[in-house]
């Protein structure tokens, strides 16, 4: 079975940073572009950062110079370094593939599960 499978959240004091990290688990011939989305109590899901399948990054206009979003092709796996965190990105985030299952002709989209990120003292 075909999923993402999120880790690396949790509670951080503001100004501090946290990695999260999405793998890819399950049989693929192709890894698409990625990207991260969060979506806080009573909002809406919102694009974090995106990265493609050659590493070309684009991010949230507010989020420039504070996070960082990177992938390990060999290990399948994608990151965002999230720096100087502030009470306002608390949220649930959420990864995001686009994924050629083995033996699919077409690319399917996926969501990780989410994992809980709280900036608070």
């Known amino acids: 079975q075909v999923q993402l499978v999120e880790s690396g959240g949790g509670l951080v004091q503001p100004g501090g940073s946290l990695r999260l990290s999405c793998a890819v688990s399950g049989m693929i011939s192709r890894i698409g572009g990625m990207a991260w989305y969060r979506q806080a109590p009573g909002k809406e899901r919102e694009l974090v950062a995106y990265?493609?399948?050659?590493?070309?990054?684009s991010y949230a206009d507010s989020l420039k110079g504070r996070f960082t979003i990177s992938r390990d092709n060999t290990k399948r796996t994608m990151y965002v370094q999230m720096n100087n965190l502030k009470p306002e990105d608390s949220a649930v985030y959420y990864c995001?593939?686009?994924?050629?299952?083995?033996?699919?002709?077409?690319?399917?989209?996926?969501w990780g599960q989410g994992t809980q990120v709280t900036v608070s003292s």
């Open positions: 990265i493609t399948s050659s590493g070309s990054t």
């Open positions: 995001h593939a686009t994924l050629t299952p083995m033996g699919a002709t077409m690319p399917l989209a996926y």
